[in-house]
């Protein structure tokens, strides 16, 4: 059941010889992720407005939709790159970032938050937070509207931005939607399919014990809800959630579960599973078509929940 699309970018990562992340040092593994786009990643497209802004020392980058006005109020996004709390920046997801604007019609801002091994666990969760409060704060300003706000993610930065929500509910910014794209919710990695896709998939379980030991140097922070947002008490009056998830991926199980635990605490989830997908694939476009659809898809919830 694997796409036709998705084996063959396979088959080619194991032609070229290209090495595990986990095989490398977090500074090569950085330079690697940042090469490879250029192969999976359709061209960036055009977009109104780019400006590198930052919160305090957190760098952001943020875009304003194809067609926006500079004098119209929008809705906005913030939004947390994936890689594992290692690797990926603003570069990175920058293709992504410009699609889900134009897509949905709101600004996004996308979080360059710090990561490991040099900054350890609590330290992204601190600058997610950070960087959605000045965003907030400072909507008059960027000509945002501070009651249309939302925060996603895929990966690493679904989890951050899954956080970010629950915390939020307890003393914050009010949000509107989280957009939560195969997050990492559950660090201690014991569900079946980190074993049943756990190799030969891309994102590998070595890869996974690699990315987390990088980024928590404890593991009774496993069980801290802002590592593992699936162990929080309490799912109740969370914003409303989409949640994609793809059918060979390691997480792919604690994301499903997290769409489950909101949906039976009250708070509305949606769950969208591309089955014959694989980890990172919605920043593929130019090999994946579905993972077009996916974008698509996402951008159409964002303009839905925020319109």
Not at 135 to 154: E, F, I, Q, S, T
Not at 174 to 183: D, E, G, S
Not at 279 to 303: P, W, Y
Request: charged share 20%.
């Amino acid at each position: 059941m694997l796409h036709p699309q998705a084996q063959a970018l396979l088959r080619l990562i194991e032609e070229k010889g290209i090495p595990p992340t986990h095989t490398l040092s977090p500074r090569e593994a950085r330079e690697f992720y940042r090469v490879r786009r250029a192969v999976t990643q359709p061209e960036p497209p055009e977009v109104t407005q780019v400006s590198e802004l930052k919160a305090g020392d957190i760098p952001l980058r943020y875009y304003r939709p194809a067609g926006s006005a500079a004098a119209d109020v929008l809705p906005v996004l913030v939004y947390y790159h994936g890689g594992g709390w290692v690797i990926g920046d603003l570069d990175t997801h920058d293709t992504l970032c410009r699609q889900l604007a134009n897509g949905s019609g709101c600004a996004v801002v996308a979080v360059d938050y710090r990561m490991g091994p040099e900054h350890r666990y609590p330290a992204a969760v601190d600058d997610a937070l950070a960087a959605a409060r000045w965003v907030h704060d400072n909507a008059a300003g960027l000509k945002l509207d501070a009651k249309r706000m939302a925060v996603g993610g895929d990966s690493a930065g679904g989890n951050l931005a899954a956080v970010t929500a629950l915390a939020f509910r307890e003393g914050g910014p009010k949000l509107a939607f989280q957009l939560l794209i195969y997050p990492a919710t559950d660090q201690r990695r014991g569900w079946p399919s980190h074993q049943a896709n756990g190799q030969g998939y891309l994102l590998e379980k070595a890869t996974m014990d690699y990315f987390i030991s990088h980024y928590i140097d404890d593991r009774k922070h496993y069980l801290d809800w802002r590592a593992s947002p699936l162990l929080h008490t309490d799912h109740r009056n969370l914003p409303p959630a989409f949640v994609l998830v793809a059918g060979y991926d390691p997480l792919h199980d604690e994301g499903v579960a997290y769409a489950q635990k909101l949906s039976e605490a009250g708070s509305r989830a949606s769950l969208v599973n591309f089955d014959r997908q694989i980890h990172g694939f919605i920043t593929m476009g130019k090999v994946i078509d579905e993972a077009n659809t996916a974008v698509q898809l996402c951008a159409s919830q964002l303009r839905l929940a925020l319109a």
